[in-house]
């Protein structure tokens, strides 16, 4: 049922969440075992006020997920939304992700709510640049590095996402609004729903009458068309290949 809605769809809107990138190795936030929230503190580490109050903590924790990031691969589950897009008129990529994996993967049509781990923004000047990378990191965690500082301005750098409280990047969440008021059917992939302002694309959606179908191995709430129950990285390779091959 769900291949015939998107072989019919003329607009179709993805939301993916940490959940896709499960597959790839990289720790969700919430729900598994070793999910990032369960073993850290978001107010620790996920704030301009953590940021401001103890620097080294905060680049640490980040450096250590570029690490893991930078190993990362793209899953099935990301290569088949690549061939979603190829295959829909119109096909919106809204991503909570800041791991990059859709981009390299080969979407293009994305749409990033929460910025882009593997940059970083200057917290003097706003220059945006490509993150260093410390490998070694990935396996052997620091408890505290130094940021690294603007070659233009000295300044601390900070990494080039959305932290708690902060306002998402100019125009994401209008752009991600009308993409899920035009679609006929909305893919909810690996998110928990519980982050804002992006949780509120779901209901969003339905309202404007589209189909919300849930991509999750975890039970969805009763008031989506479908559930479709397993990992990102066995479901939307099959659900493509029903649909369009
Ligand atoms: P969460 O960690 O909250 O939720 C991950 C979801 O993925 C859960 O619903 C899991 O059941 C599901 N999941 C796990 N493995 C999966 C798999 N193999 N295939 C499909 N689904 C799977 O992640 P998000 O909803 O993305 O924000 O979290 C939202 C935001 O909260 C993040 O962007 C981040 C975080 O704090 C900021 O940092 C601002």
Redesign the pocket.
């Known amino acids: 049922m769900v291949a015939a809605w998107l072989r019919r769809a003329r607009r179709v809107a993805v939301l993916t ?4 990138s ?2 790839s190795g990289l720790p ?5 075992q070793h ?1 990032l ?1 369960s073993r850290f503190r ?1 107010e620790s580490l ?1 704030t301009p006020e953590a940021f401001a109050h103890d620097p080294a903590l905060v680049w640490a924790w980040y450096q250590w997920r570029r690490a893991l990031v930078a190993r990362a691969r793209p899953n099935p ?1 990301h290569t088949a939304l690549v061939e979603l897009e190829a295959a829909v008129p119109v096909c919106t990529l809204i991503t ?3 791991d990059g994996l859709h981009r390299a993967a080969g979407s293009r049509n994305i749409i990033a709510l ?1 910025g882009e781990l593997l940059r970083d923004r200057c917290t003097g000047c706003g220059r945006e640049s490509p993150c260093t990378i410390v490998a070694s990191l990935a396996d052997a965690p620091c408890e505290r590095l130094e940021p690294d500082r603007c070659p233009a301005c000295g300044a601390r750098l900070r990494p080039a ?4 409280g902060e306002p998402l990047p100019e125009g994401a969440m209008a752009a991600a609004s009308a993409a899920v008021r035009a679609c006929e059917v909305l893919l909810v ?7 804002y302002p ?1 949780a509120s694309l779901a209901p969003l959606a339905r309202t404007a009458g589209a189909r919300v179908v849930v ?4 039970p969805a709430p009763d008031d989506v068309a479908r559930q479709l129950t ?4 066995d479901i939307l390779p099959a659900l493509v290949r029903r649909a369009f091959a």
């Open positions: 969440g940490a959940g896709i499960a597959d969700t936030f919430r729900g598994a999910a929230w978001p996920a589950g909570q992700n800041v929460h996402v959305v932290w708690f992939v690996g998110t928990s729903g519980v982050v992006a991509v999750n191995p975890e397993g990992s990102a990285a």
